[in-house]
């Protein structure tokens, strides 16, 4: 199969290194310089510098070639959210035939609050398009270490070249018709993350650095973000059991616990009193979780879906809360029914 990775970060890299030893695969970059260097070190030095790219795969910063490439097989979206309403549109405008498109990235539209989906359905009705996604760092993946993802469509038909792409070598690709609900567990995922992030970089009186506000308080962050992330899933229609599978429990257990999530990452140095502006230049890598959040709560209220742990990751984010602030707020909220 002819395949284009639109994105030359971490995970259209990973996901590229991949699939090409059985596809012919073009990876684009939007940066000339970025594509040239990978070309000639072999290497991702800006993204994922880790690993050696295979020779078979290839690398170029014209979009334009990539799709042509891609035109009947497959096209895979890997940029932010940010920028899949351009990469969609060009899609759209290159392959006017319609060859299935699947996006990577986890997030609400900033500002729009909307799903990728939802964008999808304004950018090109009628597309042949779905999601990727669930628990997986790219850097293991690259590496080939076992990892279940979960490919979602309103069409079966691009579920399946999903799983023709990338199911076999060390991934397994399972397959759903709940494309909301699996969004929304990559979303909120990484806002979640950032909360148990700040839990785990708190210092306590009397507790054990290492574990921040201790192992029980991150367990109860990740059961009580399940509880809003479902809340807020259900009401956008989606099915409950997705939140229960690889995107929802799975990827917030991953990104929520794992030291290589991005998003935690930002949480961890948040509870220590970092600036986010500076937590964000260091990282080097988008964290969506910082970019949705607000999104994701303004989008609840809008629904009547509580989400406390959410809202006090964007108080915290905005500057308006401290740390113990959050704690305090939530810690402090009225006894309730578990469900
Ligand atoms: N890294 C992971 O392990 C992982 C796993 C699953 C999903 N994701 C999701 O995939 C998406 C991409 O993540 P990543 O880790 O590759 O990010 P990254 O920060 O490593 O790389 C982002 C890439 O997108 C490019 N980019 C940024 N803005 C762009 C624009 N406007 N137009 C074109 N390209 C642009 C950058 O040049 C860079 O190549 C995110 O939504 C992330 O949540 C990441
Ligand atoms: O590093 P993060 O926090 O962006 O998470 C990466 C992936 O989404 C984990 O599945």
């Not at 979303?187 to 979640?192: I, R, S």
């Amino acid at each position: 199969m002819k395949i284009a990775v639109l994105g030359a970060g971490a995970w259209g890299t990973a996901l590229a290194v991949q699939a090409c030893g059985r596809h012919a695969v073009r990876l684009w970059a939007r940066d000339p310089q970025q594509a040239a260097q990978m070309r000639s070190l072999r290497r991702n030095q800006r993204y994922l510098k880790d690993r050696v790219l295979p020779a078979a795969l290839q690398v170029g910063a014209d979009l334009d070639a990539a799709l042509e490439h891609a035109a009947g097989g497959l096209v895979v979206i890997a940029t932010p959210m940010a920028a899949l309403p351009q990469m969609l549109a060009a899609v759209r405008e290159r392959l006017p035939a319609g060859t299935p498109t699947l996006w990577l990235c986890k997030g609400l539209q900033h500002g729009s609050a909307q799903l990728a989906h939802e964008i999808a359905q304004e950018v090109w009705p009628g597309g042949p398009t779905g999601v990727l996604s669930g628990p997986s760092f790219a850097l293991e993946v690259a590496r080939g270490q076992p990892t279940a993802l979960v490919a979602a469509s309103a069409d079966p038909a691009v579920c399946q070249r999903a799983v023709d792409a990338f199911h076999g070598d060390g991934l397994r690709v399972y397959t759903a018709g709940d494309v909301v609900g699996v969004e929304v567990g990559g979303a909120v995922k990484n806002v979640l993350a950032i909360a148990t992030g700040i839990a785990d970089g708190m210092l306590l009186d009397g507790a054990d650095p290492a574990t921040g506000l201790g192992l029980n308080a991150r367990a109860a962050l990740i059961t009580r973000g399940l509880a809003e992330m479902t809340r807020f899933g259900l009401a956008l229609g989606a099915r409950p059991e997705t939140f229960m599978g690889l995107s929802g429990l799975g990827d917030l257990v991953l990104t929520a616990t794992g030291g290589l999530s991005r998003n935690r990452q930002v949480g961890l140095r948040l509870a220590q009193g970092q600036p986010l502006a500076l937590i964000l230049v260091e990282l080097g890598h988008v964290a969506e979780g910082v970019h949705c959040a607000r999104s994701v709560a303004q989008r609840a209220e809008a629904l009547g879906v509580e989400m406390p742990i959410t809202q006090a990751v964007v108080r915290v984010l905005e500057g308006r809360w401290s740390a113990a602030q959050a704690l305090e707020a939530l810690m402090g909220r009225d006894a309730r029914p578990e469900h």
